[in-house]
């Protein structure tokens, strides 16, 4: 069967040395035929980065924090982006500051086994102001560590749109919230 892959750039990788070697690899992690084609029809930048060089990091790290390879082949189909991530400069810095909350190894893994997603969002725009806000509520850190594991998408969810205007409705019903 033949996948069809959109670039968004002027990039056309060669089949031989880059296509192949990485549609080979995804299978060889585990991933099935139909995630495969999630991947790369979502995500075709896989194809620019080398394998040893930012591709096979990314799921080294994925499986050193305990995700099994189903969890990995669900994450990197749901969320192939995560792909061409930096270890070092993206994905860590995210799981340290999730660490920060109390959460171990496992339960950041079935957070993002939950959320893949979760590791699309920038600390400084999104996680950490959503955080801030939950405090001045008077969540402590050890009810959004519980959040996190439970209902990782909770804290994705827009400020301005989602979440303050639903605890305002909250509140003018006189609820505490």
Wanted: glycine share 4%; charged share 30%.
């Amino acid at each position: 069967r033949k996948i069809k892959v959109r670039y968004t750039s002027k990039f056309d990788p060669d089949v031989e040395t880059r296509v192949k070697p990485v549609m080979s690899w995804l299978a060889d992690i585990g991933l099935t035929t139909l995630q495969v084609r999630s991947v790369v029809s979502n995500c075709p930048m896989v194809f620019r980065n080398r394998l040893e060089q930012t591709l096979q990091p990314a799921v080294k790290w994925l499986k050193h924090l305990g995700m099994d390879d189903g969890q990995v082949a669900k994450l990197l189909a749901s969320f192939p982006g995560v792909l061409t991530r930096s270890v070092e400069r993206t994905l860590e810095p995210k799981v340290k500051w999730l660490k920060g909350f109390g959460l171990d190894d496992q339960q950041v893994a079935k957070a993002l086994a939950r959320f893949p997603n979760l590791l699309r969002y920038s600390l400084e725009e999104k996680l950490k102001p959503t955080w801030q806000w939950l405090k001045e509520l008077g969540i402590d850190d050890s009810q959004v560590a519980k959040m996190i594991v439970k209902h990782p998408q909770l804290i994705s969810y827009s400020l301005e749109e989602n979440m303050k205007p639903r605890v305002q409705w909250l509140k003018e019903l006189g609820m505490d919230a």
